[in-house]
């Protein structure tokens, strides 16, 4: 069994910032998986955030680039994301991904 848990998010102004994290757990060797931040906001269909391969690279949606990073600590078995400049727009419950797994999801409210 796997799971991923999520953390961190939470109600801020506009401009401000948060951390997500996302701890894995179980039968999953993390440091070979990408990883994946997903958002869906309400009424919207779930899109993909950044995800970041087991060498490190990382892609992010174009609504994000330049003010999300995100990154990992394989000795944690954990992934981040660094979401600063924060938008009403970026109000969402953020998913962390690894493949055929979910995280339950951790909600994140921009206020203008």
């Known amino acids: 069994q796997v799971q991923l848990v999520e953390s961190g998010g939470g109600l801020v102004q506009a401009g401000g910032s948060l951390r997500l994290s996302c701890a894995a757990s179980g039968s999953i060797i993390f440091s070979l998986r990408t990883m994946g931040w997903y958002r869906q906001a309400p009424g919207k269909q779930r899109e993909l955030v950044a995800a970041?391969?087991?060498?490190?690279?990382?892609n992010y949606a174009d609504s994000v680039k330049g003010r999300f990073t995100i990154s990992r600590d394989n000795a944690k078995d954990t992934v981040y994301l660094q979401m600063n400049s924060l938008k009403p727009e970026d109000t969402a419950v953020y998913y962390c991904?690894?493949?055929?797994?979910w995280g339950q999801g951790t909600l994140v409210t921009v206020s203008e």
């Open positions: 991904n690894a493949q055929e797994y």
């Open positions: 970041i391969t087991r060498y490190g690279r990382s």
